[in-house]
């Protein structure tokens, strides 16, 4: 069985910060692509941030330059550190991984229960 267990998100006034992590846990052989998302009342689920297991990162147009995303290979984990939040950023924000566990010969996308990000105004 896997995991993915999300934390930090929290009630923050517009221009504060947030650092999110996701963990992976379980029967992991391998991860590739990490990501967030996240998704706010009435709207779509959308990408956030992605990074492979190279480190090479990819941002949605509308938090570039205020979000950064990183990983720890060793530790299974991924973080979302997120700076200048504006109220539009308010959402559920979801790890998602690509993990190859030991109960499937392919990768697979997991995904965490999510986390609560509320920016006031």
């Known amino acids: 069985q896997v995991q993915l267990v999300e934390s930090g998100g929290d009630l923050v006034q517009a221009g504060g910060s947030l650092r999110l992590s996701c963990k992976a846990s379980?029967?992991?052989?391998?991860?590739?692509?990490m990501g967030w998302y996240r998704q706010a009342p009435g709207k779509q689920r959308e990408l956030v941030a992605s990074i492979t297991r190279g480190g090479s990162a990819d941002y949605v147009d509308s938090v570039k330059g205020r979000f950064t995303i990183s990983r720890d290979n060793a530790k299974n984990t991924v973080y979302l550190q997120m700076s200048s939040l504006k109220p539009e950023d308010t959402a559920v924000y979801y790890c998602?991984?690509?993990?190859?566990?030991?109960?499937?010969?392919?990768?697979?996308?997991?995904w965490g229960q999510g986390t609560q990000v509320t920016v006031s105004s």
């Open positions: 998602n991984a690509n993990i190859l566990s030991t109960l499937a010969a392919t990768y697979a996308p997991y």
């Open positions: 379980g029967s992991i052989l391998s991860i590739n692509t």
